[in-house]
Structure formats: structure tokens, C-alpha cells
């Protein structure tokens, strides 16, 4: 694993909440709350931004790497995010009065760096942010807009007892898009991947297989294409092996590089029985596909970040184009 999380805040619309199934690796463990001020425009998706607090949970990690856009009206001093465990301790970066960044100790809130850089009021930051923990040598590296402004090492970052991070949170009085997370353990986006943009893209059509029922729509893809957990119109099996997969939206930009993908559906079980299912990528012969996701009779949300296509390439614009996402009765 190196790409943990990709999030342009367009799929999580009437969900009560964006998160939750155990399997998940990583997940919001509230409610999104949207803002249509946003900073990337998704082709057939109404643009969104996260508004505010909410939390992601991720896989504890000694070393994160996180990079959002981040856009506010006003010069206060305000968190910007919190790298932390789960007795809360870690690190936190924090805007200043005169938009300057700060990094703090939460534990003992100490002040380990202050940036001379300073962010922009009314207009779309972008903010990348590494951490490493450990006794000695940890580190924070803060980037603003692609250019390093704060780099401090020898640090010690495990006051409090923190050991690893498992969660990262957001807060009020900042508008957040074009958000991602990575950690270092992988081949590819193991360190900073710049001012990203992140696009959501819809089934269009049919795909190589239609196993599924459609309600409220004639139509497979159709029945999926909204973003959300729209209860009106869905597609449904119970049976095991069956694959329901979906043309994608060709995607109008022309990318220097693309990072990854990340597969997302809302799903839920209307039988007392078991019930799972797995995500699934298409592109030409070669298909990858999540572990299995446990069903409840709620709808939740899925989700499984893909560092390269199902043959183990990079992305590409055509590889986009040509895929196909999908699901999977287990």
C-alpha cells in the first residue's frame, strides 16, 4: 500500500454518512459536510469540498503523507489538521493569525517550527504535509503550493505515547478539496504527489457483464450513476459469483501523470442472510478486485484505492477511458 485515500468530496451526496464498512482500510468517521466552493470541477458531478471537522481513520502508520487543497475567508488562527493517535496525541499544524503555518507538539503543545511562508486569504491553498514518528529522529516537512517551506528533523514525536498514527482530522473554518493520503510503505506514491486535482467519474454504459436487476431505471449503469446512496434506483443480486460492471465516463482532461484511482459504492443487504461483495476493476483482460466487504441492512459505503491498473502499469488517460468498475456478489 502506498495511495490510502483520494477524496474530491462529489460521491457523498444523501449519504448519511460517507464511511463505515469494517473492511474499509480507511475511512470518514462522520457525516460529509459539503460546500459547492470548490477547487476542482468534476465532469457530470455537481463540484463539492469538504466543509469543516470530520476525521479519517487509516491504517497506523509511522510515517503519513497528506495533501489537501484549502481555501478560507479570514485571517484566524485555526488547526488546519491533526496527525494523531487514538489517545489523541501526535502532531498538529496549525494556520496563524498572519497566515503563517505552525507545527505543534499536541501533547505537551509545544512549538516545533514556524514557516516564514505564509497562505492566502481567499483563494485555493494547496497544502502537503509529512510526518514521521519516533523518539529521536522524527520529522515534519510541510509543502505550500509545491514549494517546501518548513522542514524540521531530529524531532521527538512520540510524547504522549504515540507510536504510529491511525487517524487524521479536519476542522472548522477551513473548505478542504482535492484531499489524499499515502504512507511510505509502497512502490509507487510513497512520497509527495503535488497539487492534485481529484475527479469523480460515472458509469455511462453497459459493460462485459450485466448480472444484476436494475429498479428504477432501464438500464444497469443507469441504475448507479448518481453520486450517493440514492434509494430510488439501485441494481441488486443474490447470487454469488454474479458481476454487475459499468463503462466510465471519459475523462475530458489530459493529465501529465495519474497518481491512482479509487473504486467507491454504496451498498446494503435486504435478507437475513450474510451478505458481501467486492469492488471490481476492469481495464482490457486484466481485472482487480477488493476483498470482500461485509453487508448490513444499512447503506455504506465501500472503497478501495488502486496505486496502478489491474496489470500492474501505471494509470494512463486511456486506461481511464477504456475501464470499467464493477461489483461482485461473494
Known sequence: ????????????????????????????????????????????????????????????????IIGSGLYFSSSNAVTLFEFRNTAGNGIRIRRLADNKIEVVRISDSVNLGTS?????????????????????????????????????????????????????????????????????????????????????????????????????????????????ADTGTHVSSNSPGNIDSYNIETFTGTPTAIPGVMLSAFALKTDTKPRSFKLRCKVGANVTSSSAFTLNSAYRQARIALDTQP????????DIDSMEAGIEVV
Open 116 to 228: 516564514t511562508a505564509t497562505l492566502t486569504v481567499n483563494v485555493w491553498n494547496y497544502i502537503e504535509v509529512r510526518v514521521k514518528i519516533h523518539a529521536t529522529a522524527g520529522e515534519v516537512v510541510v509543502r505550500l503550493d509545491e514549494t517546501e517551506c518548513l522542514n524540521l528533523t531530529g524531532l521527538n514525536t512520540t510524547a504522549g505515547s504515540v507510536s504510529d498514527i491511525d487517524r487524521i482530522s479536519t476542522f472548522n473554518s477551513n473548505v478542504y478539496d482535492d484531499f489524499y493520503v499515502c504512507d511510505t510503505t509502497g512502490a509507487q506514491n510513497n512520497s509527495f504527489l503535488g497539487a492534485i486535482h481529484v475527479y469523480t467519474l460515472m458509469p455511462n454504459a453497459v459493460g462485459s457483464s450485466t448480472q444484476f436487476t436494475p429498479t428504477g431505471a432501464a438500464n444497469n449503469w443507469d441504475a448507479v450513476n448518481e453520486a450517493g
Open 1 to 64: 500500500m502506498a495511495l490510502v485515500w483520494i477524496d474530491g468530496f462529489e460521491d457523498g451526496v444523501g449519504a448519511t454518512v460517507q464511511t463505515a464498512v469494517s473492511e474499509n482500510t480507511a475511512y470518514w468517521t462522520a457525516a460529509i459536510t459539503v460546500t459547492t466552493t470548490a477547487r476542482t470541477s468534476s465532469p457530470t458531478v455537481t463540484a463539492q469540498s469538504l466543509s469543516g471537522g470530520n476525521t479519517l481513520m487509516v491504517p497506523a502508520q509511522t510515517e503519513l
Open 311 to 318: 496489470s500492474g502499469a501505471a494509470w494512463t488517460k486511456s
